[in-house]
């Protein structure tokens, strides 16, 4: 499964890709909103910093707005991959961009229903939204369950990347079902590195190390 940082915070980014463990980005108006930087100028530093796909959303909401956006951003770099929204308008503006030969991630994905017409509209990725579908109550992960489902189902390529994602066990779960790509807050990649008894085995380790060296 591949690992995405899910943040428009440049030196999180140039962090996590120094890992070699970061397959990509994906960013969003509320990222680039913290971040309080220029999207495109931004845009064009992820991907110089990262060489697999980077997402960048449309902010239009019909479809020849959001396909006017998707050029622009893809003049911005070869891994861009432009994000539309899970509407009628953006499963137009998807099926445009496709045509165009320009990746689209559909987002805001919350049924499973969205998730075929999604894949049905040629989009290279469909983002679930895990996170805020725990937060409403709902399971997010048996969205993926069912995506993943429909998508062996019918052979569809489009990559399944977890979204909203806001702790490990989300991660675990995610590569547990087979989705293909989960996008993760930077600190959920920290985390992902982390665990009390390695700390504990280290430390052991190390004195015990010592010891052999003041034998010597
Ligand atoms: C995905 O592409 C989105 O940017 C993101 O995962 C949204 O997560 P949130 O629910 O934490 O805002």
């Known amino acids: 499964m ?12 140039r962090r996590a890709a120094e890992t070699g463990n970061c397959d990509g980005v994906t960013t969003n108006p509320s990222l680039i909103m913290k ?6 100028e931004t845009l064009k530093e992820i991907c110089s910093i990262v060489k697999g796909p980077v997402s960048a959303e449309t902010v239009s909401l ?3 707005g959001m396909v006017k956006e998707g050029i622009t951003f ?11 929204p ?9 099926q445009m961009l496709t045509k165009k030969g320009i990746k689209v991630n559909v987002t805001l994905c919350f049924s499973a229903n969205q998730a075929l017409l999604t894949a049905k509209s040629g989009a290279f990725i469909v983002s679930p939204f895990v996170g805020r579908l725990d ?8 969205l993926i369950k069912d995506i993943k489902l429909i998508y062996d189902n019918y052979k569809f390529k489009t990559k399944i990347l977890v979204a909203s994602v806001r702790n490990t066990n989300h991660v675990l779960e995610a590569a547990k079902i087979g989705a293909d790509i989960a996008t993760v ?10 665990h009390s008894l390695t700390d ?17």
């Open 2 to 13: 591949q690992i995405f940082i899910d943040s428009a915070d440049v030196l999180e980014i």
């Open 35 to 40: 971040a309080g930087r220029d999207y495109n």
């Open 62 to 64: 019909d479809a020849d």
């Open 74 to 84: 893809s003049k911005i770099a070869k891994n861009i991959v432009v994000k539309v």
């Open 86 to 94: 899970m509407t009628v308008e953006g499963m137009k503006a998807c």
């Open 135 to 142: 937060d409403a109550g709902e399971v997010g992960m048996d």
């Open 185 to 194: 807050p930077y600190s959920v990649f920290e985390q992902l590195f982390k």
């Open 200 to 216: 504990v085995g280290i430390k052991k380790f190390l004195e015990d190390w010592e010891k052999v060296q003041k034998k010597k």
